[in-house]
């Protein structure tokens, strides 16, 4: 509201006039569901109403976004043990100003945008529901509880010569709710058995699934319960337009239908025309829609990369690591790991075929009460480089007694890296480089081309690598893999060389040219393996080094003319006991793992440096 005031008085002949702003929120049960708490250091109560309250408000509206009106503060407060925090409690309406944003929809903004613009250190507060408070598979939801009755009166008036603020005193606390599917009896200890009613028509058989069920009608039947009978008027397959991406709908009289004209090169191959697949650059990523809170559920992807480490999938909780599942690559091993508020669980595949070879592998997540499995396919106890593998490998272990019974993750459900903000986590590493597909949750595909964010993919996945040239891996097999080729030999050199060009070495040298004596190399190539993450592996002269460093490879010159130094190094992990080449050319530095290009450093993309 917009108000004209006029002042006048006795002692002086004039009037003074000004125009008040004045904002109105009407606090209900909704509001206090909605809020959410961020936390400002170095300030006081009446320091943020003047000076950043407003500020505040208009980042708020620019990130999430809103309008002004939308965006209700309602508490200011210093929290008693600590002098100058002070907590501020707010909620954001939907457009229409009937409802409000979800405060975990909040969160997930605010986080995301790195460009909030906060006069003083922002932080939100970790939570009432960390150490998930409530018994069996409640869920804890974080709520704002009033204190009508406080000691300062129902509200505190905070003044300025510019502002008069009412704010409301309030406290953090949560509620206890049973999520969907589970039986409010016995304080949601057990499920609800959806088939239970027998809901499936014609015989259809029932899947259970938590909080739903799913029928798989046999031919000539539709419908959620496989009650429409086909071919009939009301048979009409293509009536919820289920092709997707601009693709055409064809039924036929059995109640079937397909899709027609989807960009199938494109990556555009779900049964529905989804996007199956993505192709991930260093430091990309993908969001979708969090798993939730749930005590069952499954999760299956596939995955294709040269590269040893990275992840693969991640959904943990807003604003924290208490709840998490992560999938990732580590050393060409799948490990996944899962908490439940406590010490993680920690699965960790042991296959002599290194994931990372290029071909496409399958992994399948099961939650379940009891514990974790989880499958990958493409495991072999056969030597390394085999091309194919039918193998799979099947892991499984109970939970730790945390207390907890169900995995309660709200933030994003992370494919192929996470974003900076939600470091740190309990990750190895943050991005991944190369194809995931065929996401799907509880067997229901995943479109990849709705993500709520993403940054560094590109829709589909490239073709295998160039084909072999011939004598490429000299006396062994050639195969052309994803982004490169590898070399099938009898023995474990990276290129199928001759047994006797290797030397071992555990504390000498060997040397390789007179000292005094000069030679300009153009080009210098060697493949090693070591599990040491420090030695030296050439020197040139005095001035040159080849080297690894902290299980790196670097490259080291030092520049005369001004006693700096060029350090070149590659970010890839080599100390894993697997064969690595180097290849050292005029304008040029590059590392090989296993025989397929892992990284390409420019030596003009990088600038002299002293060290």
Same mark, same amino acid.
């Given at each position: ?52 309250? =407003? ?80 018994? /069996? ?115 036929? =009289? ?233 070399? /099938? ?93 180097? =290849? ?19 030596? =003009? ?7």
């Amino acid at each position: 509201y917009a108000l004209n005031v006029s002042v006048s008085s006795s002692a002086s002949a004039g009037t003074g006039y000004g125009l008040v702003e004045v904002y109105v929120h009407v606090l209900t049960n909704a509001t206090l569901e909605a809020a959410v708490v961020a936390t400002f250091g170095d300030s006081s109560e009446i320091g943020f109403a003047s000076i950043h309250l =407003e500020r505040f408000a208009q980042s708020l509206s620019g990130i999430v976004p809103c309008t002004r009106q939308q965006v209700e503060i309602f508490g200011i407060q210093t929290r008693p043990s600590q002098p100058g925090v002070v907590d501020v409690a707010f909620a954001i309406r939907t457009s229409d100003l009937q409802n409000y944003l979800p405060p975990e929809t909040i969160l997930d903004r605010l986080l995301a945008n790195l460009a909030l613009a906060r006069p003083t250190p922002l932080q939100f507060t970790p939570g009432v529901c960390v150490g998930d408070p409530c018994p /069996n598979l409640q869920q804890c939801r974080p709520a704002v509880q009033m204190y009508p009755h406080s000691p300062q009166g129902a509200f505190r008036v905070l003044k300025s010569t510019e502002l008069l603020y009412l704010s409301h005193p309030f406290a953090q606390a949560f509620t206890c709710t049973c999520p969907p599917g589970y039986s409010l009896e016995g304080l949601c200890g057990s499920e609800i058995d959806e088939c239970a009613s027998s809901p499936c028509h014609f015989g259809a058989e029932c899947e259970d699934l938590v909080g739903d069920y799913r029928c798989g009608c046999p031919r000539h039947t539709l419908g959620k319960n496989c009650g429409i009978v086909c071919p009939s008027q009301s048979c009409q397959p293509c009536a919820a337009s289920p092709c997707l991406h601009g693709s055409s709908c064809r039924g036929d =009289e059995g109640g079937t239908y397909s899709c027609t004209a989807c960009p199938w090169e494109e990556g555009y191959q779900g049964p529905n025309c989804e996007l199956t697949s993505l192709h991930f650059t260093p430091g990309g990523f993908a969001a979708f829609p969090p798993l939730g809170s749930t005590a069952r559920t499954n999760v299956s992807f596939r995955f294709t990369t040269v590269t040893p480490t990275g992840v693969l999938l991640y959904n943990g909780r807003v604003g924290g690591s208490h709840d998490y599942i992560a999938a990732e690559l580590v050393i060409g091993q799948i490990q996944v790991r899962v908490s439940l508020g406590g010490v993680p669980l920690v699965l960790k595949t042991e296959s002599a075929r290194q994931l990372n070879d290029g071909q496409w592998h399958s992994v399948l997540l099961q939650l379940e009460p009891r514990g974790l499995a989880v499958s990958v396919s493409g495991c072999s106890s056969e030597p390394q480089y085999v091309q194919e593998a039918v193998e799979s490998c099947h892991l499984w272990a109970p939970l730790p007694d945390t207390g907890a019974r169900a995995l309660d993750v709200n933030g994003p459900l992370y494919i192929g890296g996470v974003e900076p903000y939600h470091m740190p986590l309990p990750l190895a590493i943050s991005t991944f480089v190369g194809c995931l597909s065929h996401l799907a949750r509880d067997g229901v595909l995943v479109d990849l081309a709705t993500p709520t964010r993403s940054y560094g993919v590109e829709e589909g996945c490239p073709p295998l690598g160039v084909e072999c040239s011939s004598g490429a891996c000299n006396r062994g097999e050639c195969v052309p893999v994803w982004n490169g080729t590898l070399c /099938n030999c009898e023995g474990d050199e990276p290129l199928c060389q001759n047994s006797g060009s290797s030397i071992h070495l555990s504390d000498g040298f060997l040397q390789l040219q007179e000292e005094g004596s000069t030679t300009t190399i153009d080009y210098l190539s060697m493949a090693f393996r070591t599990r040491g993450t420090s030695a030296v592996l050439a020197q040139f002269g005095s001035r040159a080094t080849l080297e690894v460093r902290h299980g790196s490879v670097v490259y080291r010159r030092s520049q005369s003319s001004d006693n700096t130094a060029l350090t070149l190094a590659v970010d890839a992990f080599v100390s894993d006991g697997l064969w690595h080449r180097v =290849e050292l050319r005029a304008g040029s530095f590059s590392t090989t793992v296993s025989d397929t290009s892992l990284a390409n450093c420019f030596m =003009e993309t990088y600038s002299t440096a002293a060290e």
